[in-house]
């Protein structure tokens, strides 16, 4: 029945809560690798508990990644009942991605089912050294990336390592040194080994992950079997994150 599924489901959030030693844990049922809408339900999922951690207080600010997880997150979005205030920005400048997959795509669609705020990160993947220098002490950029460090709320995705370097057009180089390395997991422009330790990085303007231990709420979308071993990874160096995943990867981490 329905009920036992649910039951079912939160006992299960609560033995994967412990074995990754994380905050908070929330399992949609479900396989996003095999059932697309799996993943529009971690994107409800993602919306409840993030209008949750709200501040009523202050200024929320959120610092939000691209990919396909978080396109559905801001796909799902939704005004915020209690009208508290809310303004969006990428967390990261670009990675990489095609323009529907890129932070600030996610960000602008977001906040406007959010009805709310948000600022962009206009600054190209590839310029010489010299134009970056100048363009990060461009006062609108700044601003940005000011807000970024200030951010209360960040919501990112995980990928896998090798799916994201070739989704990213990485270099031949590159593949090669992941593969060396042992990368097995992906978030924000940082490649991580099994150990979650970090073996490569994207250099890129915003967040760094030193940051995400100043930030109140860090909030992780990641589902399906596949990216299993990749969430694991990334826990390991970052505990202290609300879990949102799927029946697909919690089965499959809690049998590992
Ligand atoms: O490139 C942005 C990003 O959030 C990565 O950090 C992450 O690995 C990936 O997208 C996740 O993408 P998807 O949700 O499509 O698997």
Not at 70 to 87: G, I, L, Q, Y
Not at 145 to 160: F, N, P, R, T, Y
């Amino acid at each position: 029945s329905v009920m036992a599924e649910l039951a079912g489901i939160s006992d299960m959030a609560k033995a994967l809560k412990e074995k990754l030693g994380v905050r908070d844990v929330v399992i949609v049922p479900g396989d996003s690798d095999q059932t697309f809408w799996v993943q529009r339900d971690m994107g409800r999922a993602t919306v409840a508990r993030l209008k949750r951690e709200l501040s009523s207080s202050v200024h929320n600010t959120i610092a939000v990644t691209g990919g396909t997880t978080m396109a559905s997150v801001a796909a799902m979005m939704s005004p915020d009942k209690e009208n508290r205030p809310m303004t969006f920005v990428p967390a990261r400048g670009g990675l990489g991605e095609t323009l529907e997959l890129q932070a600030n795509t996610v960000c602008s669609r977001m906040a406007s089912r959010a009805q709310s705020d948000y600022h962009l990160l206009h600054i190209p993947d590839m310029v010489s050294k010299e134009t970056f220098v100048k363009m990060v002490e461009e006062p609108s950029i700044k601003n940005v990336l000011q807000m970024i460090k200030d951010a209360s709320i960040v919501v990112h995705g995980i990928g896998e390592a090798k799916t994201m370097a070739k989704r990213r057009r990485a270099s031949a180089e590159l593949l090669e040194q992941l593969e060396q390395e042992h990368a097995v997991a992906e978030a924000f422009g940082y490649y991580f080994d099994r150990d979650g330790k970090i073996v490569h990085r994207v250099k890129t303007v915003g967040l760094q992950l030193d940051d995400l231990k100043q930030v109140e709420h860090v909030i992780v979308v990641a589902g399906g079997h596949s990216k299993a071993e990749a969430i694991n990874a990334y826990v390991k160096q970052s505990p202290d994150i609300i879990l949102i995943t799927d029946e697909g990867a919690a089965t499959t981490i809690l049998k590992g």
